[in-house]
């Protein structure tokens, strides 16, 4: 961390917290998607989003989506 000599020991502390807030918010950002904090306008925007992807996947590789024979052992 760099030294910072145009603050003073206090604005240290709040900018050293600030980071340190921001470092934690990012970590749990990477592992997990926290779905209760979305509004049901996002969440709708989300299952269309992942519906439209699915369209056009079939429509790329329709062989991933034809019925498999089901073998008997």
């Known amino acids: 961390m760099p030294i910072r000599h145009l603050e003073s020991p206090r604005q240290q502390t709040n900018t050293m917290q600030k980071e340190n807030t921001l470092r934690e918010?990012?970590?749990?950002a990477t592992t997990s998607l926290k779905t209760d904090s979305?509004?049901?306008?996002?969440?709708?925007?989300l299952i269309g989003f992942f519906s439209l992807l699915l369209q056009v996947d079939k429509r790329i590789n329709p062989q991933n989506y034809?019925?498999?024979?089901?073998?008997n052992d």
């Open 25 to 28: 918010e990012e970590k749990g």
């Open 38 to 45: 979305l509004t049901f306008e996002d969440k709708q925007n």
């Open 66 to 71: 034809k019925p498999q024979k089901q073998r």
